[in-house]
């Protein structure tokens, strides 16, 4: 049987994790031993984990979180006043978001509240929702400008264009709001 005609199909419809899925267990000799509907869901299931992670990826790298930071690292010995139930009920499914909630995250120079935003949005996008990574300055300057040309009205910022209207999380140094369009 012809496969690369196959496998160009795949990829001429966008769905490159299942060709090489296709690719790989072509290359297995004891996948004939899987019923097809075993290996169609398995070809399913690499898509579907294909198309996720490509979407991540790319919340990711549109949120601008210049730097690793996640949930999981968050050090609690650190005396800096975290209420580890609090940030657990923050960061679980980001449900603030869902439920329309703003986060403000205050306090002195240097305790890291640059940090724990960059986390809790990088927790976001892991679940779901798009996130935009801003210092303070920028994101007056941006909204400055965006008011000057007329654009303020309609919400837009200096940001990655999307194709459907999504919900934001904006994040500046020291400050997490919620845009919603």
């Known amino acids: 049987m012809l496969n690369q005609p196959t496998i160009d199909k795949l990829c001429a419809m966008r769905m490159r994790g299942m060709a090489e899925a296709l690719q790989q267990q ?62 657990r009920s923050l960061t679980q499914q980001s ?7 703003n986060l403000f995250l205050v306090g002195p120079t240097g305790i890291g509240k640059t940090w724990l935003a960059r986390a809790i949005a990088q927790k976001a996008c892991r679940d779901g929702y798009s996130a935009l990574f801003l210092k303070a300055a920028e994101l007056f300057r941006d909204l400055a ?22 919900r934001r999380v904006a994040l500046t140094v020291g400050t997490l709001a919620l845009l919603d369009q």
């Open 95 to 101: 449900a603030w978001v869902e439920a329309h909630q």
């Open 145 to 166: 400008a965006s008011r000057a040309d007329g654009s303020h009205s309609k919400g837009d910022i200096d940001e990655p264009k999307t194709k459907r209207s999504t």
């Open 26 to 87: 072509m290359q297995e000799p004891d996948i004939h031993q899987l019923s097809f509907e075993e290996r169609l869901g398995l070809l399913i299931d690499r898509q579907w984990d294909w198309r996720q992670n490509r979407a991540l990826e790319r919340r990711l790298r549109n949120a601008r979180l210049q730097g690793p930071a996640c949930v999981e690292d968050i050090d609690y010995r650190t005396p800096r006043g975290l209420d580890r139930a609090v940030v």
